[in-house]
T-cell receptor, first 111, second 112 residues
Framework: QKEVEQDPGPLSVPEGAIVSLNCTYSNSAFQYFMWYRQYSRKGPELLMY????GNKEDGRFTAQVDKSSKYISLFIRDSQPSDSATYLCAMSSDYGQNFVFGPGTRLSVLP | DAGITQSPRYKITETGRQVTLMCHQTWSHSYMFWYRQDLGHGLRLIYYSAAADITDKGEVPDGYVVSRSKTENFPLTLESATRSQTSVYFC???????????FGPGTRLTVL
């Protein structure tokens, strides 16, 4: 079993739809959870950063962490064509440099 | 505010040659990281550094060498390039090493 699992997609949705992106993980030591957006031929860009469990909202983006289920989600409301990108989840623990990325989900928002 | 810069952005080299990829940051973040990104593997950590003169191996260090004599620079050297090292290389920085990381624009390396 991989340490972080993420559906690679591609996921295609119409403009204005609510998008749900998810990752599952196996290491219960993970405490820091991130979502990155990566446009084609660009570096990953930090979108959301959450410590431990709970929800965090920033504009059209909401990140949720459920540590009991080892499951994290990113919701995008009112999706726009400019949201078309690959979304990477990432997580790390308090111990050493155990920083792990998911393989990414490719999202296309169609006008 | 330049943040993180990587050079060169594109590089083509031949098998057996030595190649150095440069990473420079203007934020004075303590931690710096090198990743490679390949289809089917996602981002994999090559090496990281917690401070000047402190470096450690990541998931895929074989064939790579790093140094960090100054906080702002973290060069990655391929001592004898192989075709399997064809990849996109990203440098990243972090204040703590545990949470959020900030990425450079990447270097696309092709080894013929």
């Amino acid at each position: 079993q991989k340490e972080v699992e993420q559906d690679p997609g591609p996921l295609s949705v119409p403009e204005g739809a609510i998008v749900s992106l998810n990752c599952t993980y196996s290491n219960s030591a993970f405490q820091y959870f991130m979502w990155y957006r990566q446009y084609s031929r660009k570096g990953p860009e930090l979108l959301m950063y959450t410590y431990s469990s709970g929800n965090k909202e920033d504009g059209r983006f909401t990140a949720q962490v459920d540590k009991s289920s080892k499951y994290i989600s990113l919701f995008i409301r009112d999706s726009q064509p400019s949201d078309s990108a690959t979304y990477l989840c990432a997580m790390s623990s308090d111990y050493g440099q155990n920083f792990v990325f998911g393989p990414g989900t490719r999202l296309s928002v169609l006008p | 505010d330049a943040g993180i810069t990587q050079s060169p952005r594109y590089k083509i080299t031949e098998t057996g040659r030595q190649v150095t990829l440069m990473c420079h940051q203007t934020w004075s973040h303590s931690y710096m990281f090198w990743y490679r990104q390949d289809l089917g593997h996602g981002l994999r950590l090559i090496y990281y550094s917690a401070a000047a003169d402190i470096t450690d191996k990541g998931e895929v260090p074989d064939g790579y060498v790093v140094s960090r004599s100054k906080t702002e620079n973290f060069p990655l050297t391929l001592e004898s390039a192989t075709r399997s090292q064809t990849s996109v290389y990203f440098c990243a920085t972090s204040t703590s090493g545990r949470g959020e990381q900030f990425f450079g624009p990447g270097t696309r390396l092709t080894v013929l």
